[in-house]
């Protein structure tokens, strides 16, 4: 499966953004997909630290990390090939480079466990 993100942009703390992820390839509902981010400019190796949000293959079960809770909200639309990833309330710690991944097993935080990329989409909070 390839993966696209696309979405971000520049916006003032407490707006929001809607980051879509984009998948080509049959059988997009047996994937799980995750979000991630690496700050700007600091491109290295994804750690379980840059998780932001996952959801399961159907939707019905989604998780986000502390930070993102209660701002961020994942859901997905297989019939469309394409997960989403809106987040409110933006402050200038969520600026970003915000990645999608996927992965044929169960849902897990860890980049590790994401066998397919894609190509991430800049946030830029200014306060």
């Known amino acids: 499966v390839q993966l696209q993100a696309s979405g971000g942009g520049l916006v003032q703390a407490g707006g929001s953004l809607s980051l879509t992820c984009v998948a080509s390839?049959?059988?997009?509902?047996?994937?799980?997909v995750g979000w991630f981010l690496q700050a700007i400019g600091k491109e290295r190796e994804f750690a379980e630290r840059?998780?932001?949000?996952?959801?399961?293959?159907?939707?019905?079960?989604?998780f986000y990390a502390d930070s993102a809770q209660g701002r961020f909200s994942i859901s997905r639309d297989n019939a469309k090939n394409m997960v989403y990833l809106q987040m409110n309330n933006l402050t200038p710690e969520d600026t970003a480079v915000y990645y999608c991944?996927?992965?044929?097993?169960?849902?897990?935080?860890?980049?590790?466990?994401?066998?397919?990329w894609g190509r991430g989409t800049q946030v830029t909070v200014s306060s």
């Open positions: 390839g049959r059988a997009f509902s047996t994937y799980v």
């Open positions: 840059d998780f932001v949000a996952a959801i399961s293959r159907s939707g019905a079960s989604t």
């Open positions: 991944a996927a992965d044929s097993s169960v849902v897990r935080r860890a980049p590790k466990d994401y066998d397919y």
